[in-house]
C-alpha cells in the first residue's frame, strides 16, 4: 500500500475521515430561498417552512423556520460570504443592526445556520455530529405528547410499549380553551389524570406534564407539591416566562424536576436559570435559539451546570438538527414527539431516521435532509448583498459592535 493511502485509510478508521480528504473548495454564497409548505404550523415565529442557501459550488444547504421579512433580512447580510465561517456569519446576522434580535428573528437566523451546517457536511461528505465532535449515544430517547388512546391509562400504557421514554400530559381548563378559568380546579383535575397516567406507565415508565403557565404561582406550587408522590420525569413552565427571576421562588418551593425554555431564544435568556440551577432541564429549541451554533454553546453551559435537555418539539429539519448537537451532548436527553410518531411531509422524502419510539443518529452528509421544491411555494429570493449600518471590528478583524 502507497504511504499516502495507508494515512488515509487509518485516518478514516480513526474517525477523521475528513481531514484526509482534499481541502475543500473555497465556496461563497449566491442566493438564499425561502419557501412555504403547507405543513407549517400557523404561528410564523415557529414555523417549519423551507430555507435553502446556495453557494457558487453547487452545495445547498437546508434550512427551516422564519418568517419572509425576517429571512429577508438575515439572508442578505449573507451573500457573497464564505460559508464555511459559520460563527462569523452567526455574529453578523445577530450584529449586523442596530438592535439585537428578538426571539421572532432569532428564528430566521437559525434557519439560516442550520443551513451553513448542512452546507459545511455536505463540503466534507460527512454527518454534522461528526463536525461537532462526535456521537456520545445510539440513539436519542424521546417522549410523547398526545400519544392517541382510548383514555389516559391506556394511552400512557401504549406509549411506554411503543418504546418512548415517557408519556406526556398537561394541565388544561375542564371546559376547553375559551372557558372561564379555575386555577384551583384546574390543579385538582390534573392530579386525577396523573395518578391515571403513572398507573398506566407503570413502574418501569415515565411520565410529564406542562402546565403551560396556565396556573397561578401558589397554585403552581401546590400542583407540583401533589404530584411529588408520582414520581414526574418533569414538570414544565410553572409560570409565565416573562420574569424568569421568579424561579428563585419557584425552586425554594418546588421539589419535582423542572423544565423550562420553550418561549426563550439564545442562552442570554436563559443562561441565569442554568448558572444557579434554577431549573434541571432546558427546553430551548433549534431554530428558536439562532440555531446549531447557538444550541451547542447553550448545551456546554448547561453541561457545566448539570442540567439536561429536552428541546421543545420542532419542525422536521430542525429536529434532524436536534439529533446531531443532542446526539454529542454527553448529559441526559430527552427529545418531544408528536402523537405515535412523525407524519408524512412530503416535501422532505428524507429528514430524521425515528423508529421504535426513538430518534437515531445516520451517516448521511451534512443534515441528512432532503427537500423537494417542487412541493414547496417559492415566495422570497434574496441574490443582493445588503449591509445597512457600518460594523466595527477589532485588529483582527472580529465584530465588536454596530
Sequence with gaps: MKRRSFLQSSLIGSGLAFTARAATPKMKITRVRYYHVTTSRPMFNQSAHIVTVETDQGITGIGEGGSKDTIEQCAALLIGEDPSRIEHLWQLMYRGYFYPP?????????ALDMALWDIRGKAFGVPVHELLGG??????????????????REASRACIEAGFRAFRTSVSAPGGANAPV?????????HEQCVEIREGVGKGGDWAIDYHTRLDLPDAVRLSTLLEPLEPYFVEDLV??????????????VKVPIAVGEQFGDRWDINELVEQRLIDYSRTSIPNCGGLTEFVKLAAICETHYVGLIPHFTGPVSTAALVHA????????????????????????????????KLWPNSRPGLGVEFDPARAKLVAEVTQRSQPIPLYRRPDGSITNW
Design 102 to 110: 428578538g426571539r421572532e428573528k432569532l428564528h430566521a437566523q437559525g
Design 135 to 152: 456521537l456520545t449515544r445510539e440513539h436519542v430517547e424521546c417522549y410523547s405528547t398526545g400519544f392517541p388512546g382510548k383514555g389516559l
Design 182 to 190: 379555575n386555577s384551583r380546579h384546574m390543579v385538582q383535575k390534573a
Design 240 to 253: 409565565r416566562s416573562e420574569n424568569p427571576g421568579v424561579y428563585k421562588n419557584v425552586r425554594e418551593q
Design 326 to 357: 443532542c446526539g454529542v451532548f454527553s448529559g441526559p436527553v430527552l427529545m418531544e414527539m408528536t402523537g405515535a410518531g412523525p407524519r408524512s411531509e412530503p416535501h422532505l422524502p428524507q429528514h430524521f431516521d425515528f423508529k421504535n419510539g
